[in-house]
């Protein structure tokens, strides 16, 4: 089990850029998959991002690939989320979750995931 904080949520015209970053609590972070979610409002959470344990694999939803990017750092317990060339349908809650399993195709499964963090509010005006 480990403890997920989110921060660099805000505003932010379309076309520009966010990084927000996941703080993980133990040192259990460095041998867990990281993934990303979103959540808008009256709309079900999806899937972002993914990160393997060491950082070698990634895999990102259709909607935010060539756009986003994910990475880690284990010795600062911390996976980030660079999110370039925003767009209004970008505008949710986003979160980190720490994964249960072995890295694999299921990794854009929310119940694949165990622990989460509160979330952070990413808001894109037009």
């Known amino acids: 089990q480990v403890q997920l904080v989110e921060s660099g949520g805000g505003l932010v015209q379309a076309g520009g850029s966010l990084r927000l970053s996941c703080a993980a609590s133990?040192?259990?972070?460095?041998?867990?998959?990281m993934g990303w979610f979103r959540q808008a409002p009256g709309k079900e959470r999806e899937f972002v991002a993914a990160?393997?344990?060491?950082?070698?694999?990634?895999s990102y939803a259709d909607s935010v690939k060539g756009r986003f990017i994910i990475s880690r750092d284990n010795a600062k317990n911390t996976v980030y989320l660079q999110m370039s060339i925003l767009k209004p349908e970008d505008t949710a809650v986003y979160s980190c979750?720490?994964?249960?399993?072995?890295?694999?195709?299921?990794?854009?499964?929310?119940?694949?995931?165990?622990?989460w963090g509160q979330g952070t509010q990413v808001t894109v005006s037009s």
């Open positions: 990160i393997s344990r060491s950082g070698t694999y990634t």
């Open positions: 979750a720490a994964h249960r399993a072995t890295w694999g195709p299921s990794m854009s499964r929310t119940s694949e995931y165990n622990d």
């Open positions: 133990g040192l259990t972070f460095g041998n867990l998959a």
